[in-house]
């Protein structure tokens, strides 16, 4: 089992960056690929990036490729998003996920956080 906890949102204005940070209890966390989603009330959870196991690969969504940076630290069990340039388009609750492939896929998730809110004024 793997527990996820999200860390790091918070109410932002159009222009900031924020960084989230997402802990793993789990000894074997640099054996899972990472995601972070996004979910707005009333729609489907997005996927946002996207990183493998060593930190190697990344996958990030078109909305967000150039202003967003996932990353890792395996000898902390901790995966990032480093979010710049904000936009209020951005506002929604942030999730990070753990599988056992690298996947942009909601379904391709294993273990999921409770999810962070991340909140951009204009």
């Known amino acids: 089992q793997v527990q996820l906890v999200e860390s790091g949102g918070g109410l932002m204005q159009a222009g900031d960056s924020l960084r989230l940070s997402c802990a793993a209890s789990?000894?074997?966390?640099?054996?899972?690929?990472m995601g972070w989603f996004r979910q707005t009330p009333g729609k489907e959870r997005e996927f946002v990036a996207a990183?493998?196991?060593?930190?190697?690969?990344?996958y990030y969504a078109d909305s967000v490729k150039g202003r967003f940076t996932i990353s890792r630290m395996n000898a902390k069990n901790t995966v990032y998003l480093q979010m710049n340039s904000l936009k209020p388009e951005d506002t929604a609750v942030y999730y990070c996920?753990?599988?056992?492939?690298?996947?942009?896929?909601?379904?391709?998730?294993?273990?999921w956080g409770q999810g962070t809110q991340v909140t951009v004024s204009s």
């Open positions: 996920a753990a599988s056992s492939i690298v996947a942009t896929r909601t379904s391709a998730y294993e273990y």
């Open positions: 789990v000894g074997t966390f640099s054996r899972y690929h």
């Open positions: 990183i493998s196991w060593s930190g190697g690969i990344t």
